[in-house]
């Protein structure tokens, strides 16, 4: 009896560790180890070098080459695609989203949804190859509305971004843990956090991740970065969700704070014509409006027709509206309006009240002789 059961410890024993053999050797087969390059087409960057089953997002970006990734190389916002020229593996269902048959068939993959295997050569746009990693200090941080707040960046002495307005930047987010009662709120909009309970909100980041976000500044106001950033809360109906990682982040932090960023990216940039130009926004969508209004009136001193429709739901939701006021004044070929969705008593408005769109259509575009044109 003792003999059977010692007999079949042993076969049993012998078994699993067969199956563990097994199982590594088909790891060791599946999943390579060791070191892999990734060869840039055209030598318009070094080689990059790095470990194996990385994502080809964060070997680039080990390797100084920055590529798009506004959802933090989740595989949703599809700006990390790419042209694999050897090397690229079957497309994942990830991908199917935002890359066709055909472009699969020529290479196309998302960076962030791409496990580099073996060595690989990648094509980089040149306008890619230009972007870099930035170092600045918060110079200001206030609400500019009630969930809104400007953010204003100052890069290192003597750097300059060099972009184009409507261009953004990826904000790098480092793991945190903060409560929204840390916040510096202005009194004048503590009231409604205080009605949603927000002051009673944390935020946690357990590995960095990184967002887009539009730049505010235009182009001739050198030296920093500015960004309009709305704060992402629990939506309504599912009150237990975490806060947004980022935009709460960026809530916590106060003059003197470090940050890094990379960029520029973008291509929401303004065609070099002569025809009208509408700019229609509302919320922290003001950012590029900014960015691109200054830079054709301040610095390129455009003669074109321009109108800025915004949007907000009262006055105290409203903002840069004497920056804009005063353009009108000086331009006249600038002109802008401001609709209130739900203005409040003490506003007294007597202005355009709805969504800015629908005002937009039946104030202007509705008897355009020519809205294909704008």
């Known amino acids: 009896m003792m003999w059977t059961v010692l007999a079949a410890i042993v076969v049993f024993t012998v078994t699993i560790l067969v199956l563990v053999g097994l199982m590594l050797a088909a790891r060791h087969v599946l999943i390579p180890a060791g070191s892999v390059r990734v060869l840039i087409e055209g030598g318009r960057a ?7 089953n990385d994502t080809l997002l964060s070997l680039l970006t080990q390797g100084g080459i920055y590529l798009p990734a506004g959802c933090g190389g989740q595989g949703t916002c599809g700006a990390c695609r790419v042209r694999i020229t050897q090397g690229a593996g079957p497309l994942l269902p990830t991908e199917a989203a ?6 699969a068939q020529n290479g196309w993959r998302l960076a962030c949804q791409t496990k580099v295997r073996r060595d690989l050569a990648v094509e980089i746009p040149q306008e890619i190859i230009g972007v870099r990693r930035w170092s600045g200090v918060i ?3 206030r609400n500019v509305a009630t969930f809104i707040r400007e953010i204003t960046i100052d890069l290192a002495e003597g750097d300059d971004l060099d972009f184009q ?5 990826q904000i790098e987010c480092p793991t945190y843990r903060t409560r929204f009662a840390d916040f510096d709120i202005a009194d004048e909009f503590r009231s409604e956090w205080e009605r949603y309970g927000l002051f009673d909100l944390e935020a946690v980041c357990d590995q960095p991740v990184s967002r887009a976000y539009s730049m505010a500044n235009a182009p001739h106001e050198l030296g920093v970065v500015m960004l309009n ?3 992402a809360t629990p939506p309504v109906g599912n009150p237990d969700a975490p806060p947004g990682v980022v935009s709460s982040y960026l809530f916590s932090l106060k003059p003197g704070d470090p940050v890094a960023l990379t960029g520029p990216f973008g291509d929401f940039f303004a065609r070099e014509t002569d025809a009208e130009m509408v700019f229609v926004g509302g919320g922290a969508g003001m950012a590029p ?8 009136l301040e610095r390129r001193q455009t003669r074109r027709r321009m109108s800025f429709w915004y949007g907000a739901r009262s006055l105290k939701e409203a903002f840069y509206v004497d920056l804009f ?3 009108a004044a000086e331009h006249e070929n600038f002109e802008w309006h401001l609709a209130l969705s739900d203005p409040a008593p003490e506003d007294r408005w007597d202005g355009y009240v709805g969504f800015i769109h629908q005002v937009l259509y039946t104030s202007y575009l509705e008897t355009h002789p020519a809205p294909e044109d704008v």
């Open 165 to 169: 307005a409507g261009g953004y930047v």
């Open 98 to 103: 935002h890359i066709s048959r055909v472009q």
């Open 325 to 327: 006021s005063h353009l």
């Open 289 to 296: 409006m900014r960015a691109h209004i200054l830079d054709q």
């Open 46 to 52: 070094p080689d990059v070098r790095g470990q194996a």
């Open 229 to 231: 950033v709305r704060i």
């Open 139 to 141: 110079r200001s941080a």
